[in-house]
């Protein structure tokens, strides 16, 4: 235990050392003082998709039907939840749309960042997506972008809260919190094969993603263009972590949304193709045959 704690202090003295001064105003909230358990939990999360997918691999898939929907119900519910607290919260405080500093809303800003702590949180809810594809032998939607995304924003919202909990931090999020009562209800209702004729919406909800991603770019790149004295190094830190993921979702829709609709296409034509000159083939050669009969 003596070796633990050690490593923990050395770790956060690091951060310390490297950020500066955590916000005080969230000291001694649940999983904010430690790295540790935020580092420790996404190992395991790693961990637990390797050693999952090698468990699963000689298993039959599991169903899951009663948990997924109650999980998908309860993660859109929490979006919910965070949308409107966020919204309120920041219309209560004056938030500048275009820049907002870290002090100047009082308790608003306290009340943003309380909504910030449950929207950290989720990230570690949400490693519950990657484990469900794992039970259930899903592992095609076990990519580089699914763990990259989930692993890193669980990370990177630690760092948040212990630095910059409100202002400026809000904006990502609500969009986020929008998008995802969309996404998990897609995906509730996805856990029911009757509704999959009704489901067509899906790469609108890719397209919805990348919009996301723009518009937090470009809200954070306002910041810097007209300063309110948000620290500029989490401004180009953001900015440059939402273009990697518009890169990746950018693959990612190409991939699903343009490629391989051509490639059916041409595997279609080629099939129809060879299908049409069997015909001849086999036209001609009852030709022959009924020529020689005759």
Known sequence: ??????????????????????????????????????????????????LGNRCMRSRPALSLRGVLTLYNLGITLLSAY?????????????????????????????????????????KLIEFLDTIFFVLRKKTSQITFLHVYHHASMFNIWWCVLNWIPCGQSFFGPTLNSFIHILMYSYYGLSVFPSMHKYLWWKKYLTQAQLVQFLLTISHTMSAVVRPCGFPLGCLLFQSSYMMTLVILFLNFYIQTYRKKPMKKAVEEAGKEVKNGFSKAYFSAANGVISKKAQ
């Open 1 to 50: 235990m003596e070796h633990l704690k050690a490593f923990d202090d050395e770790v956060n003295a690091f951060l310390d050392n490297m950020f500066g001064p955590r916000d005080a105003r969230v000291r001694g909230w649940f999983m904010l003082d430690s790295y540790l358990p935020t580092l420790s939990l996404t190992v395991l999360y790693l961990l637990l998709i390797r």
């Open 82 to 122: 965070m949308l409107a607290e966020l919204i309120l919260s920041s219309w209560e405080g004056g938030y500048n749309l275009q820049c907002q500093d870290l002090t100047s809303a009082g308790e608003a800003d306290i009340r943003v960042a309380r909504v910030l702590w449950w929207y950290y949180f989720s």
